[in-house]
């Protein structure tokens, strides 16, 4: 059980000892602080994204963070893939309309933490932009003049997240054999429910447009060493 859980469970067991004015009291708190966020997120509805306080953003709910992820992609995606593209960059941070820190390898990619740093000491937001991804189709894929490029299926015997969780030494992973893609993509699903990492939030993720479909996708750290065994 997680902290969060942990601390909302003692909320509750507070709540059960409450007399009928305290429970009064408590009820007209939440609906103030309800209204607060409320006020907050149509405040920032008619703002610039980064214009936007990061103490206003921290009022919003997490479907407003969501919500506001897909608002920066939307209205400002090309201008920082053109930015990305001139600085051969794999991510760049902007707050403020300023680009404040970038790099040209995904190994130093910014974690949550130094977000919250960022946007605490600037009472800005700290938006991520990140290099539209390399995509190679799993399983056989098309060329000119009706040719076609195998992918393999290998077998995971060993494979660990930055956090120590391994993968369960049965997973097995389709790959192209091309390959000149920096990228490796994973079902993001299939590993939260295999219990190979942490469900993040959806606000956190980016979105990225394939073969005319939107997609969201998350840039999670893994350790280099990696083994794999034929299927």
């Not at 429970?23 to 405040?43: F, H, P």
């Not at 593209?85 to 794999?90: D, G, L, N, P």
């Not at 969780?165 to 429910?193: C, E, K, M, W």
């Amino acid at each position: 059980m997680n902290t969060a859980t942990t601390s909302f469970e003692a909320i509750l067991a507070g709540v059960e000892v409450l007399n009928p004015t305290q429970l009064d009291l408590l009820q007209a708190q939440i609906a103030r602080s309800k209204q607060n966020k409320t006020v907050a997120a149509q405040t920032a509805s008619i703002k610039s994204v980064f214009e936007i306080s990061y103490t206003d953003y921290l009022a919003f709910s997490e479907s407003e963070h969501e919500a506001l992820q897909w608002r920066v992609y939307r209205e400002h995606h090309h201008v920082y893939q053109a930015e990305l593209k001139a600085r051969r960059a794999q991510w760049l941070i902007v707050c403020g309309k300023q680009i404040i820190e970038y790099s040209r390898i995904l190994e130093d990619y910014p974690p949550p933490e130094k977000l919250r740093t960022i946007g605490r000491e600037r009472n800005l937001i700290p938006f991520v932009f990140v290099s539209k991804p390399l995509i190679e189709e799993s399983s056989w894929s098309a060329l000119d003049e009706d040719d076609f490029y195998p992918t393999l299926r290998l077998q995971c015997s060993r494979f660990s997240q930055a956090t120590s969780i391994t993968i369960p030494a049965n997973l097995a992973l389709d790959a192209d054999l091309d390959t000149g893609s920096p990228h490796l993509f994973v079902d993001y699903n299939r590993l939260a429910q295999d219990n190979v990492l942490a469900i993040r939030p959806k606000a956190e993720a980016f979105f990225e447009q394939h073969l005319g479909e939107f997609y969201r996708f998350h840039i999670l750290p893994f350790e280099n060493r990696i083994g794999w065994e034929r299927a």
